[in-house]
């Protein structure tokens, strides 16, 4: 079974400095899908960036990057200019042929001013 | 675009009362809807899939005939929580998957339920 771990339950950033969140994951599976997920105090889960197991280019969205290494199972999500808006619980999670979404245990971020 | 709906955000209800909450893809269509739950400061816990036109399939360990799951059309699935009670009390969050993009789900804002 696929397993999805997040060893830091919190991490804090100055404002304006960069974030990286870790992510290891454990799959016999050659075809899958990484996320990561937002959810601010509002609860709403928001979708940050999505990577395709098939694609050696790491994903990006704005400040917003993955390291991903199939190999060594890793997806560390990297915050460039940390905002305030960017406090937040991040969930890793992972998506196979199940067609399910397995979740990380989650890592809060703080974001100091 | 992909904005998944639920309503209601909040519900207050006494304990025997059934509770049904709505999960509506706003502007796609989706072909499978999820149920989760969700404790404080824990991670999402699935509950079941629900696959528009057919039976839900639920997790181990959750109740179908307590929480009965609707997926009538494209863009509509209903839970309902049936006689509930206080220990249901939690956070339940349906995401939805558009039928032209199969592997990212899109969250609604989640409802919060209180049973006394």
């Known amino acids: 079974a696929q397993t999805v771990t997040q060893s830091q339950p919190e991490m804090s950033v100055q404002e304006a400095e960069t974030v990286t969140l870790s992510c290891t994951y454990d799959?016999?599976?050659?075809?899958?899908?990484l996320f990561w997920y937002k959810q601010p105090p509002s609860r709403q889960m928001i979708l940050v960036i999505r990577q395709e197991a098939y694609k050696q280019q790491n994903a990006t969205e704005n400040r917003f990057s993955v390291n991903f290494q199939k190999a060594a199972k890793s997806f560390s999500l990297k915050i460039s200019d940390s905002q305030l808006g960017d406090a937040a619980m991040y969930f890793c999670a992972y998506g196979g042929a199940t067609n399910k979404l397995i979740f990380g245990t989650g890592t809060l971020l703080a974001v100091q001013p | 675009g992909a904005v998944v709906s639920q309503h209601p955000s909040w519900v207050i209800c006494k304990s025997g009362t059934s509770v049904k909450i709505e999960c509506r893809s706003l502007?796609?269509?989706?072909?499978?809807m999820f149920w989760y739950r969700q404790f404080p400061k824990q991670s999402l816990m699935l509950m079941a899939t629900s696959n528009e036109g057919s039976k839900a399939t639920y997790e181990q360990g959750v109740e179908k005939d307590k929480f009965l799951i609707n997926h009538a059309s494209l863009t509509l699935s209903t839970l309902t929580v049936t006689s509930a009670h206080p220990e249901d009390s939690s956070f339940y969050i349906c995401s939805a998957r558009d039928w032209t993009d199969q592997e990212t789900q899109y969250f609604g804002p989640g409802t919060r339920l209180l049973v006394l």
């Open positions: 799959t016999s599976e050659s075809d899958y899908y």
């Open positions: 502007d796609f269509q989706a072909t499978t």
